[in-house]
């Protein structure tokens, strides 16, 4: 069953975070198009969040070096 998501927040670094009407967030990001993280809580969606910023990050390194 589909639910209706309500924008919360975004980072500086593509990653955006909503809210589905059963309460639960959902984050995304422009660098992971159509994958997406369902966390019980705020925080968990910002650690999703995090994580998508880290690999990206580790990927811009390893493509320097």
Known sequence: ???ELSFVNSTG???RIF???LGCYVAS???S???RV???TLAGAYAACQ???HRARVEETSRAG
């Open 1 to 3: 069953m589909a639910s």
């Open 13 to 15: 670094s593509g990653c």
């Open 19 to 21: 809210r589905d009407t």
């Open 29 to 31: 990001h422009e660098r």
């Open 33 to 35: 198009p159509g994958q």
């Open 38 to 40: 369902m966390s019980p």
């Open 51 to 53: 994580g998508w910023e």
